[in-house]
Structure formats: C-alpha cells, structure tokens
C-alpha cells in the first residue's frame, strides 16, 4: 500500500492499528476553515495511542471526505493519521487547512 494523501493529511500504511476506539470517524479539523477530513462512507474504526490517530478500515474501502478536496477511496487495512508539516524560516510548523 502506497501513503494517500487529502490537502494536509496523509495516511501512511501500518503495520497493526491498536489504541483507544475514539467514537467518531474524523480524522482532522480545519484550524482555518472550520472544515474536516472525515470518513463518510464504509466501515471503519478510529482509534488513538499516545497522541498519534490510526484508521482501520474493515470494509473492502472507506471513503475519505472534505468540502475543499476531492473524496478519497481507502484501501482495507491499517493506516496511520498524520498532519503534514512544511518549513518555513522560524522553523516546522503544522500545514493549516
């Protein structure tokens, strides 16, 4: 499985999911916009470990939306949730979205 990216969040293959089951399928909240990335479609379980979010999807897919980006169809498997940095001269910072 490849990484699969939607505006600033990147879902990178894992390994195993295991963390506390989070009861709600959004993976991110736009900072700025008020918007979110979030599973609308398929089955799937969101859970959390020492900060960091992994996506399971049990169905064969699970679709990936969010008002501003095209949705997105998730392969069955284990994924980990990660929110992209980009450089900027003060330092890393998170991308806004």
Request: aromatic share 6%; hydrophobic share 35%.
């Given at each position: ?87 900027e ?9």
């Open positions: 499985m490849q990484p699969i990216r939607q505006g600033d969040v990147i879902l990178l293959p894992a390994q195993q999911a295991e963390g506390k089951k989070l009861p709600h399928l959004t993976l991110a909240e736009g900072e700025v916009t008020g918007h979110a990335h979030r599973i609308s479609k398929g089955e799937a379980e969101l859970l959390e470990r020492d900060g960091t979010l992994y996506l399971r999807v049990l169905s064969k897919e699970a679709i990936l939306t969010h008002e501003e980006h095209k949705q997105i169809s998730i392969p069955q498997g284990n994924w980990m949730v990660r929110i992209q940095r980009e450089y001269p003060a330092g890393w910072r998170y991308v806004a979205d």
